[in-house]
């Protein structure tokens, strides 16, 4: 089975941003302070071009720096003896190399790493012919499960609440994800 996986907020951890927001604009956010995905919104004192600027200075220290989700490792490790492990990520391609470095440096293993510079991953999907989809963005999981009829993983963050169509399913962790994912092989085994 081909999985497709998102990197940052899915296999990195998804308050790892936060740190240097706070850091750099003065504040105290946490994880539950951040109720959408656009992260201006959360700080409406800054202007969102200064956060854009900000943020495009600072993204490959950050992408550098970003730990492991809980458990990401441990299931990434199970899963890639019987999976394909295709990461698709709206990074920009410049940061092909550090992406790399990154899984090479936590030991996670990829078949794949796709950046498409963009949160559209609708075309990385259908050309790598993905079976199941991991995510953390509500809108993206909402576009590849509509569009291609994948089934797609949510990983729940305070960002991404809105209500979603059923072949959205909404997890707590990598343990679920892995007991997801044996469930869908087992029915699309079943269908053989």
């Keep these: 089975m081909r999985l497709g996986i ?16 706070n850091r750099a604009f003065n504040s105290r956010l946490t994880l539950d302070d951040i109720k959408e995905y656009d992260l201006t ?3 409406p004192e800054v202007h969102p071009q200064t956060f854009s600027d900000w943020f495009e200075s600072s993204e490959a220290e950050i992408y550098e720096a970003s730990p492991m989700n809980e458990q990401a ?18 990074r920009g391609t410049e940061h092909h190399h550090l992406t790399k470095e990154w899984f090479y440096r936590h030991n996670i293993h990829f078949d794949k ?11 990385a999907v259908k050309d790598h ?6 995510e ?3 809108d993206n999981a909402v576009d590849i499960h509509e569009d291609t ?9 305070p960002y991404n609440r809105a209500p ?13 994800a892995k007991m997801y994912i044996q469930q869908f092989e087992k029915k699309l085994s079943s269908q053989k």
Excluded: M
């Excluded at 979603?164 to 679920?176: M, T």
């Design 6 to 21: 998102d990197i940052d907020g899915t296999v990195t951890c998804p308050s790892s941003l936060i740190p240097y927001i």
């Design 41 to 43: 919104k959360a700080l």
């Design 73 to 90: 490792d441990t299931v990434l490790k199970d899963l890639q003896s019987s999976h394909e492990l295709i990461y698709i990520s709206a």
């Design 113 to 123: 790493i796709v950046l498409t510079g963009s949160h559209d991953k609708l075309t």
């Design 129 to 134: 012919h993905i079976d199941l989809f991991l």
């Design 136 to 138: 953390d963005k509500h």
């Design 149 to 157: 009829g994948i089934p797609v993983l949510l990983f729940d963050a």
């Design 164 to 176: 979603h169509p059923e072949g959205v399913i909404r997890i707590s962790s990598w343990h679920e």
